[in-house]
T-cell receptor, first 113, second 114 residues
Framework: KAGVTQTPRYLIKTRGQQVTLSCSPISGHRSVSWYQQTPGQGLQFLFE???????NKGNFPGRFSGRQFSNSRSEMNVSTLELGDSALYLC????????????FGEGSRLTVL | GENVEQHPSTLSVQEGDSAVIKCTYSDSASNYFPWYKQELGKRPQLIID?????GEKKDQRIAVTLNKTAKHFSLHITETQPEDSAVYFCAASFSSGSARQLTFGSGTQLTVLP
């Protein structure tokens, strides 16, 4: 069974640009969540999607948005990039049922110059 | 919202010794407490989790204990090996069904010295 796939793995942008990151969950998983990982702030929850609906949202500005498609693939978008947005963005696919285990992808490392 | 504090931030132990990492949480409604291991340059991976209706759970050399009254939980690794060296994160969440919004601790860099 393929794991969680994130693309691109690495990208460099400049301030003011926007970026779109993609996540394909494990087959059969309908829930996807996104986390931002930085050395200073650790792992912070961005949002969670289930069946194309945002179910939970973390404490991030409106520049951070996401969506989920009918095949459960998810994208997140960051507009008007700031230097502080440089981070590893992790997507997690959530197992169904009582376990609810999160399976993380390898992440997309964004550098903003 | 939930707040999770994790200590220590760094921990060095000799191979074969035990390691203990402690976390406290603020939201008494939290009912799911996973621990993740992240090796350098790799994804976080779940190593053990516990739910609020259980006080202790063990899986080979790894155990987690939960004290709901004090709102703290701990990870215990016995007979540590060099491959246990990694960053460990605790997390807490209130979950309904499969919904997950994890609040993570700040991480503990564990180094096992040969």
């Amino acid at each position: 069974k393929a794991g969680v796939t994130q693309t691109p793995r690495y990208l460099i942008k400049t301030r003011g640009q926007q970026v779109t990151l993609s996540c394909s969950p494990i087959s059969g998983h309908r829930s996807v969540s996104w986390y931002q990982q930085t050395p200073g702030q650790g792992l912070q929850f961005l949002f969670e999607y289930f069946s194309e609906t945002q179910r939970n949202k973390g404490n991030f500005p409106g520049r951070f948005s996401g969506r989920q498609f009918s095949n459960s693939r998810s994208e997140m978008n960051v507009s008007t990039l700031e230097l502080g947005d440089s981070a590893l963005y992790l997507c997690a696919s959530i197992a169904q049922g009582a376990s609810g285990e999160l399976f993380f992808g390898e992440g997309s490392r964004l550098t903003v110059l | 919202g939930e707040n999770v504090e994790q200590h220590p931030s760094t921990l060095s132990v000799q191979e074969g010794d035990s390691a203990v990492i402690k976390c406290t949480y603020s939201d008494s409604a939290s009912n799911y407490f996973p621990w993740y291991k992240q090796e350098l340059g790799k994804r976080p991976q779940l190593i053990i989790d516990i739910r609020s209706n259980v006080g202790e759970k063990k899986d080979q050399r790894i155990a987690v204990t939960l004290n709901k009254t004090a709102k703290h939980f701990s990870l215990h690794i016995t007979e540590t090996q060099p491959e246990d060296s990694a960053v460990y994160f605790c997390a807490a969440s209130f979950s309904s069904g499969s919904a997950r919004q994890l609040t993570f601790g700040s991480g503990t860099q564990l180094t096992v010295l040969p």
